[in-house]
């Protein structure tokens, strides 16, 4: 099933592009997923195939299915409205966190943690653990906010780690005067929950004893009722539609698309991730192209010298994480093939 008003020469990219997600729905390794690609110059096209759903009961996807965006929402929500704030000069990038954390290990007054800037949060360099179960802790949101603004943190290398943007959604909570980002406005075509009939099924949890539509599959996102890194759904028009934006101009400012762009580390910029070594996004993308992944199975690429972007959604983690699904493999080919010469 597929929606387009493509031209002819995106078209033909999109079909060898689509190949790929075909031979992974057909091999079995994902249950389904849809791909959607937008160009300035060409059109937009996208197509969906094989299940949203396999158990309890299968359902179809489609091109109208919604998707647990996961880490997507580090990029399209908290890092976008961030440099808003930036821009309107509410926050400094370069100040520490605790601006407008001040309770942030506040019975330690020179621990590192109050030390960290905002900068360090959206590009991944602080030292915070990669991984933490903070769901196992308790289960009122409240305390684990209190738990998590005032635990000694083990501090190690900087890593890729869902701490830093916990952070960040709880700056934006405490501007807008609001107890989780769930109430904040998740942005046109966006929710923080879906159809549970309508939503690309994830996990069989073993943590809720369900399988999962509809509500976020992040554990931490869910103690927490809502947080800055995690729990954003769409479409993959809505996907594709927030895309535009960027490459048209229309949905950040110039200064906010050149620190989306402006690297912070080898592979990070701003609240994305721009190309390197055996990137996930391929080889084929241009140096002005930034993407970012969810753990889902869903991803983002935008190469902004092209004017191109693609989406590839997928429910990969139904009805478990436990399986090589091969998702790596499956965005290198299709980065690989969207944007070859």
């Known amino acids: 099933m597929e929606d387009q008003t493509a031209d002819a020469e995106l078209t033909a990219v999109f079909d060898r592009t689509f190949k790929p997600l075909e031979e992974a729905i057909t091999a079995k390794r994902i249950p389904g997923g849809i791909l959607g690609m937008v160009d300035l110059n060409h059109g937009r096209m996208t197509r969906a195939m094989g299940a949203a759903q396999i158990v309890p009961a299968e359902r179809p996807m489609t091109p109208d299915t919604w998707f647990d965006l996961a880490s997507l929402t580090k990029v399209i929500f908290t890092t976008t409205r961030i440099l808003k704030l930036v821009d309107e000069g509410v926050i400094d990038l370069d100040a520490p966190i605790i601006t407008h954390l001040p309770d942030f290990r506040q019975y330690n007054a020179d621990a590192w943690e109050r030390k960290i800037t905002f900068r360090q949060c959206l590009?991944?360099?602080?030292?915070?653990?990669?991984v933490e179960p903070i769901y196992t802790y308790d289960r009122d949101p409240d305390l684990l906010r209190a738990f998590i603004l005032q635990r000694e943190w083990r501090a190690g290398p900087p890593v890729y780690s869902d701490i830093n943007f916990?952070?960040?959604?709880?700056?934006l909570e405490r501007l807008a005067k609001v107890k989780t980002v769930r109430e904040l406005d998740p942005g046109k075509g966006f929710s923080w929950s879906a159809d549970p009939q309508n939503t690309?099924?994830?996990?069989?949890?073993?943590?809720?004893?369900?399988?999962?539509?509809?509500?976020?599959?992040?554990?931490?996102?869910y103690a927490l009722q809502g947080s800055g890194h995690a729990g954003l759904f769409g479409t993959v028009t809505s996907v594709l539609d927030f895309a535009t934006g960027l490459l048209d101009g229309t949905g950040a400012s110039a200064n906010a698309l050149k620190l989306m762009q402006t690297p912070l580390s080898n592979r990070r910029t701003h609240g994305w991730e721009h190309p390197f070594a055996d990137w996930w996004g391929g080889s084929q993308c241009s140096g002005n192209t930034i993407g970012h992944t969810g753990f889902t199975g869903v991803s983002l690429l935008i190469d902004f010298k092209r004017g191109r972007?693609?989406?590839?959604?997928?429910?990969?983690?139904?009805?478990?994480r436990h399986?090589?699904?091969?998702?790596?493999?499956?965005?290198?080919a299709v980065g690989d093939l969207a944007y070859q010469s």
């Open 166 to 171: 916990i952070l960040l959604g709880f700056v």
């Open 323 to 332: 399986f090589d699904s091969g998702i790596l493999a499956l965005r290198q």
């Open 200 to 221: 690309a099924a994830t996990e069989n949890c073993a943590f809720r004893h369900r399988v999962i539509s509809g509500e976020v599959h992040d554990e931490n996102c």
């Open 123 to 130: 590009g991944h360099q602080t030292p915070f653990p990669g």
């Open 309 to 320: 972007a693609v989406t590839l959604l997928t429910n990969r983690v139904h009805p478990t």
